[in-house]
């Protein structure tokens, strides 16, 4: 197992007395009297960071920072150095250093400074590691990203059927992704290559809805005046999707269950039976069998599409993913904006682990694309947090630090952007709510409210 810290320091003293200061503090501390041999162990994807004095015999911590740099860019140094080295210290932050820390120093600006390096490394090391994810793997896997059981479950059945001809039902609740599931079984079916066609049935009216399944000839009805292919001849040769499928309207539900047996269609205004190629996929976020007890949805019609079910799991069930699907909506809008975008600290990522995403995987795409902008992480108004949800093995340091973001953002806005208010509320002082503010990018009072 890897230290926490490599320490290098020529001083016998220093370098044991650091490694006290470290050792107490709970953190595994690897020790070096010169920068040769200190980098020997060090990777791009080591969880370590360096704390070096800067003036030593042989190579000093200035050419060890460069080396380490250039070993990974992102890798934390902290120097030590004396009093006269202030500004070559300053230039080597400009330079990549992490911290430096002016001799003689206290154990505890060692340790914060040591603690703080430590989460910003393992905050790169994971948000790698998402991006590695999100490119590794196959085509599915990509686009219906996710690596808990019920995902992983749902991508093997969608494999599974798209060998098959048969029609597929998917539910799940509003915003949960069903439109992309069916797409996705499209894709890695053979019809992969004809046409993927969507129609949302609670999106049409009545009187509309059987044209645009079936077509209709020219002088069907007022207003026909040409020929039009429905969406199930438009679709022959590969899938239609029929999303909200609980919306349908009783009559057209028998035409439907026709359709489906026989795979013909008749248009409006014609007598003539015409053959059809064409897989169903229909999706629901309503319980179809309680649609039946209730009237509102045919008993053969349900029974006809319930045989080949594909069930996706709300985002409250499946939280574990959130961190990995953020980094991926994330990613999308970089592509979209053309610009990189911040990262979350792990106060974001706590705050959006434990929030119970009632707009599912559309409400965390909505999210991250406020974050890509710099609004931080807004809820809206389903600002809501879970106490007590287990945040996937967060620090406590993490968790507190988005309750606390979620309250400041609570507390600024039931005050109305006024900050008086706020931190007498909150029984905190003015620069202290200032400071907490900058801290998480919070910036959404009213100046003109400073009182």
Same mark, same amino acid.
């Given at each position: 197992?890897?230290?926490?810290?490599?320490?290098?320091?020529?001083?016998?003293?220093? !370098?044991?007395?650091?490694?006290?200061?470290?050792?107490?503090? +709970?953190?595994?501390?690897?020790?070096?009297?010169?920068?040769?041999?200190?980098?020997?162990?060090?990777?791009?994807?080591?969880?370590?960071?360096?704390?070096?004095?800067?003036?030593?015999?042989?190579?000093?911590?200035?050419?060890?920072?460069?080396?380490?740099?250039?070993?990974?860019?992102?890798?934390?140094?902290? !120097?030590?150095?004396?009093?006269?080295?202030?500004?070559? &210290?300053?230039?080597?932050?400009?330079?990549?250093?992490?911290?430096?820390?002016? /001799?003689?120093?206290?154990?505890?600006?060692?340790?914060?400074?040591?603690?703080?390096?430590?989460?910003?490394?393992?905050?790169?090391?994971?948000?790698?590691?998402?991006?590695?994810?999100?490119?590794?793997?196959?085509?599915?896997?990509?686009? #219906?990203? +996710?690596?808990?059981?019920?995902?992983?479950? $749902?991508?093997?059945?969608?494999?599974?059927?798209?060998?098959?001809?048969?029609?597929?039902?998917?539910?799940?609740?509003?915003?949960?992704?069903?439109?992309?599931?069916?797409?996705?079984?499209?894709? &890695?079916?053979?019809?992969?290559?004809?046409?993927?066609?969507?129609?949302?049935?609670?999106?049409?009216?009545?009187?509309?809805?059987?044209?645009?399944?079936?077509?209709?000839?020219?002088?069907?009805?007022?207003?026909?005046?040409?020929?039009?292919?429905?969406?199930?001849?438009?679709?022959?040769?590969?899938?239609?999707?029929?999303?909200?499928?609980?919306?349908?309207?009783?009559?057209?539900?028998?035409?439907?269950?026709?359709?489906?047996?026989?795979?013909?269609?008749?248009?409006? +205004?014609?007598?003539?039976?015409?053959?059809?190629?064409?897989?169903?996929?229909?999706?629901?976020?309503?319980?179809?069998?309680?649609?039946?007890?209730?009237?509102?949805?045919?008993?053969?019609?349900?029974?006809?599409?319930?045989?080949?079910? !594909?069930?996706?799991?709300?985002?409250?069930?499946?939280?574990?993913?959130?961190?990995?699907?953020?980094?991926?909506? $994330?990613?999308?809008?970089?592509?979209?904006? /053309?610009?990189?975008?911040?990262?979350?600290?792990?106060?974001?990522? &706590?705050?959006?682990?434990?929030?119970?995403?009632?707009?599912?995987?559309?409400?965390?795409?909505?999210?991250?694309?406020?974050?890509?902008?710099?609004?931080?992480?807004?809820?809206?108004?389903?600002?809501? #947090?879970?106490?007590?949800?287990?945040?996937?093995?967060?620090?406590?340091?993490?968790? $507190?630090?988005?309750?606390?973001?979620?309250?400041?953002?609570?507390?600024?806005?039931?005050?109305?952007?006024?900050?008086?208010?706020?931190?007498?509320?909150?029984?905190?002082?003015?620069?202290?709510?200032?400071? /907490?503010?900058?801290?998480?990018?919070?910036?959404? &009072?009213?100046?003109?409210?400073? +009182?």
């Amino acid at each position: 197992m890897s230290a926490d810290v490599i320490l290098i320091d020529d001083e016998p003293h220093l !370098l044991e007395s650091g490694k006290q200061s470290l050792e107490l503090a +709970g953190l595994t501390v690897e020790c070096h009297a010169a920068a040769d041999g200190a980098l020997m162990n060090i990777t791009a994807s080591s969880p370590c960071i360096i704390v070096s004095d800067v003036r030593m015999p042989g190579h000093s911590g200035l050419e060890l920072m460069a080396r380490a740099l250039a070993i990974d860019p992102q890798i934390p140094v902290i !120097l030590i150095t004396g009093h006269g080295d202030i500004p070559m &210290a300053v230039q080597a932050i400009r330079d990549g250093a992490y911290d430096f820390i002016e /001799k003689p120093f206290a154990p505890g600006s060692l340790v914060n400074s040591v603690q703080r390096a430590l989460e910003q490394r393992r905050l790169v090391l994971d948000n790698r590691a998402l991006r590695d994810a999100l490119t590794q793997g196959s085509l599915l896997e990509r686009s #219906l990203v +996710g690596k808990n059981p019920e995902v992983i479950q $749902l991508r093997e059945r969608i494999v599974s059927f798209a060998g098959t001809d048969a029609d597929v039902l998917i539910t799940g609740e509003t915003g949960t992704g069903k439109e992309l599931v069916a797409r996705s079984l499209h894709e &890695a079916s053979p019809r992969s290559k004809a046409r993927f066609v969507a129609i949302n049935c609670g999106a049409l009216p009545e009187t509309i809805i059987e044209s645009e399944l079936f077509g209709h000839e020219a002088g069907a009805f007022t207003g026909a005046v040409k020929t039009r292919l429905g969406k199930f001849e438009y679709a022959s040769g590969g899938t239609l999707f029929l999303d909200e499928i609980e919306s349908m309207p009783l009559d057209l539900q028998a035409r439907l269950l026709r359709v489906l047996e026989e795979r013909s269609v008749v248009r409006l +205004g014609s007598n003539e039976e015409r053959s059809v190629d064409v897989r169903v996929v229909a999706a629901t976020k309503e319980d179809l069998r309680g649609a039946v007890d209730r009237g509102s949805f045919r008993e053969d019609l349900y029974y006809r599409l319930n045989v080949l079910t !594909l069930s996706i799991p709300p985002l409250r069930r499946r939280q574990d993913d959130v961190p990995l699907l953020f980094a991926h909506f $994330l990613t999308n809008t970089e592509t979209r904006l /053309k610009r990189e975008v911040t990262r979350p600290q792990p106060g974001d990522l &706590a705050l959006l682990v434990a929030h119970d995403w009632p707009g599912n995987v559309r409400e965390l795409e909505n999210v991250a694309m406020r974050f890509a902008l710099g609004l931080g992480i807004d809820f809206g108004q389903t600002n809501s #947090l879970a106490i007590g949800t287990d945040l996937n093995g967060m620090p406590l340091a993490d968790q $507190l630090a988005g309750l606390e973001q979620l309250i400041l953002r609570r507390t600024l806005s039931d005050c109305g952007g006024c900050m008086r208010q706020c931190y007498e509320r909150l029984g905190i002082s003015r620069k202290t709510l200032y400071d /907490k503010l900058r801290k998480y990018g919070i910036s959404q &009072a009213d100046e003109d409210n400073i +009182g």
